[in-house]
């Protein structure tokens, strides 16, 4: 059964850096076939895709982020990570990793497998 | 970007009731749809890909169809489980992968 599992900081300051990791186990990120994504949740709101990493370091941003994001693949085999540059309250949301399980294509996604998810808050 | 549009932005239905959500995409997307569950402090949970194949171990009560722009969600015989907040999701990375803004379905 495939996990997955966000670790960082809870709170960021403005303009600051949000670095967030997502820890897979029951599955290695490296043995491929799957594409890793970040999404996010503002509070009560909608869901916002932010970008996906391949193991092999293939990556696709959201264009509406691209110039602040990076996505790569972790130190350890089964962990992938997201920095956001430059924060502001408007980044103040759930962060979320999750897996492409079904598309496999790096065209089509569709996630079926979630991490529990992160409150990021960015304030002062 | 794609944007996709849910409608109702909610509903009430009663158990044992038969609701269908719509999503509209702003321009064709071929079949490169989505449906989630969300309950409130969980991740989403996906029922549907390529907007009718039913996900395994998601139960038969929840149909999906439709292409191009509209496609809908139908939930027959409601369970008091259902009750959560469902999105759609356009799939195709290079179109933009978006979601709806949810649709709320509440007990009656």
């Known amino acids: 059964q495939v996990q997955l599992q966000e670790s960082g900081p809870g709170l960021v300051k403005p303009s600051q850096t949000l670095s967030l990791t997502c820890t897979v186990s029951g599955g290695s990120i490296n043995s491929g076939g799957y594409y890793w994504s970040w999404i996010r949740q503002h509070p009560e709101k909608g869901l916002e895709w932010i970008g996906y990493i391949y193991y092999s370091g293939r990556i696709y941003y959201n264009p509406s982020l691209k110039s602040r994001l990076t996505i790569s693949v972790g130190t350890s085999e089964n962990q992938f990570s997201l920095k956001l540059t430059s924060v502001t309250t408007a980044d103040t949301a759930v962060y979320y990793c999750?897996?492409?399980?079904?598309?496999?294509?790096?065209?089509?996604?569709?996630?079926?497998?979630w991490g529990q998810g992160i409150l990021v808050t960015v304030s002062s | 970007d794609i944007q996709m549009t849910q409608s109702p932005s909610s509903v009430s239905a009663s158990v044992g009731d038969r609701v269908t959500i719509t999503c509209r995409a702003s321009?064709?997307?071929?079949?490169?749809l989505a449906w989630y569950q969300q309950k409130p402090g969980k991740a989403p949970k996906l029922l549907i890909s390529a907007a009718s194949n039913l996900q395994s171990g998601v139960p038969s009560r929840f149909s999906g169809s439709g292409s191009g722009r509209y496609f809908t969600l139908s939930i027959s015989n409601l369970q008091p489980e259902d009750f959560a907040t469902y999105y759609c999701q356009q799939a195709n990375a290079f179109r933009g992968i978006t979601f709806g803004q949810g649709t709320r379905l509440e007990i009656k």
């Open positions: 321009q064709s997307i071929g079949n490169w």
């Open positions: 999750a897996r492409d399980g079904v598309g496999r294509d790096g065209n089509n996604f569709y996630f079926d497998y």
